[in-house]
């Protein structure tokens, strides 16, 4: 494994940051291309079919999904597991991480910071408030819910941290910026629990150059992650 990782999609992307997070908890040196989904070429199509980020790029291999490559990462990098313990507690968090891309990013975070992120800034075109009011009062509260349900009192939801707690915290940190806020008298025990994730080495770091990347353009983002995890 001589050439160099490259992990290709801007840093605003929880999904971007929650590989980030993982390659360094392992320990791996990589570079981050921060691309823009939307503002994609060809080429960009033909090294992400749905036309998503991230992708990890190593010499002539290239690999979409960030499930995909931080399952691809805990294979060649087996240190720090990012789905630690028993067969079981493995399990659990690659459940949590499913539900997080599916459920969670896909049909409650992505509709809130898609209307008040990406639909002002990048196509000029006023948010969809009637999608957010939703996202807010119905869909998000449901999901605190069940999460509320399941995080444990102390450690992570499959025992040690793993890829189920960090996207969570990833995608949350989204929400923060388009304007959700964590009620923790509703939700104390994931308010702790979130509380516990995000003070992780990895995830704080992560956490801080998102808010860093946020109003930055492509160009600034890229020195940003060379200050924060060298030029890979
Ligand atoms: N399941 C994918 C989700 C990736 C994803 O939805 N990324 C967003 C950025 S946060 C994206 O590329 N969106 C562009 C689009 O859906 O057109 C993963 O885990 O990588």
Sequence with gaps: MTDKMTIIGTPVSPYVRKV????????????????????GDEN??????????PVMQIGDFTLPDSTAIVQYLDEAYPETPAYPGDIQSRARA?????????HLGRNVLFKLFFQRMI????????PDEAIIAEALEKDMPQALDYLEGEVPED????????????????????????????DGARWPR?????????AVPAVAKVNALADEVVNAKPKEQLVILRRYYGKG
């Design 44 to 53: 960009f199509t033909k090294i992400s079919p749905l036309r998503r980020i």
């Design 190 to 198: 994931f308010a702790a629990w979130l509380a516990r994730v995000n």
């Design 155 to 182: 450690g992570f939801l499959a025992g040690d941290i793993s890829a189920g707690d960090i996207v969570i915290a990833t995608l949350l940190k989204n929400a923060l910026w388009a304007g959700w806020q964590l």
């Design 94 to 102: 690659r459940w949590f991480e499913e539900y997080a891309d599916d």
């Design 119 to 126: 639909r002002p800034r990048l196509f000029k075109e006023e």
């Design 20 to 39: 980030l997070a993982i390659l360094d908890m392992k320990g791996v040196p990589f570079r981050c291309i921060p691309q823009v989904p939307y503002l």
